[in-house]
């Protein structure tokens, strides 16, 4: 055998090799990912709805706290969160979102009080924008800025702004984050069309 075929077996060994590895590591994994994809989602709905919990508990136990706190209501894969409570039909609940940002998916969960229009709460749960720049958007000091505020504006058209340079902001509008316009431009984008799709609203 010459050493070129050599090369050319050994290569493809290897590669028949490493991708049976790769399977089975994926196969091993597979039920761990799917339990801290619901353990991520559960954080981010508890934390929407001011409920504590342990962010380092195992994914089991926080399931068990969002089992004990969250009901869920599914219609046309639509789902809206509930935080449990005694038979109010006007009680608080919560919107998911997800769409494009500038560098990657925009993941999160926007609470609303009873009323259906005022904000209890921003949670962005996984973002891809800038460090230090679009990256923000999921830090506190900026989506601490939407609580209280409202989705509808002064005309009563559903919707929220993110706006930059504003000295006096309209009960719809937030200021944007310096420097990432895109970024929040994109996030504007994915929470109008979260709140504008859902038959609650």
Do not use: H
């Not at 409920?51 to 969250?70: C, G, H, M, T, W």
């Not at 891809?128 to 000091?141: D, M, Q, R, W």
């Amino acid at each position: 055998m010459n050493s070129k075929s050599y090369t050319l077996i050994y290569s493809l060994l290897l590669g028949c090799i490493c991708a049976v590895l790769l399977t089975g590591a994926k196969e091993l994994t597979k039920r761990r990912i799917i339990d801290n994809e619901k353990k991520e989602n559960a954080c981010a709905v508890l934390k929407a709805f001011n409920i504590p919990f342990d962010k380092s508990a195992v994914p089991e136990q926080i399931l068990q706290i969002y089992r004990q706190n969250i009901s869920e209501r599914t219609t046309e894969n639509e789902t809206i969160y509930y935080q449990i409570a005694s038979g109010n039909k006007n009680e608080a609940f919560a919107l998911p979102f997800s769409g494009q940002g500038l560098w990657g998916p925009i993941k999160g969960i926007l609470s609303l009080e009873s009323d259906g229009k005022t904000i209890r709460k921003l949670v962005i749960y996984r973002q891809e924008e800038t460090p230090g720049l679009g990256g923000e958007i999921a830090s506190e000091s900026f989506t601490n800025s939407f609580i209280g505020k409202s989705i509808i504006d002064k005309n009563e058209t559903l919707g929220i702004r993110i706006v930059k340079d504003t000295s006096k902001l309209n009960n719809n509008e937030v200021d944007s984050i310096t420097g990432a316009t895109m970024s929040s431009k994109k996030l504007e984008d994915i929470l109008n069309n979260a709140i504008k799709s859902n038959r609650r609203l």
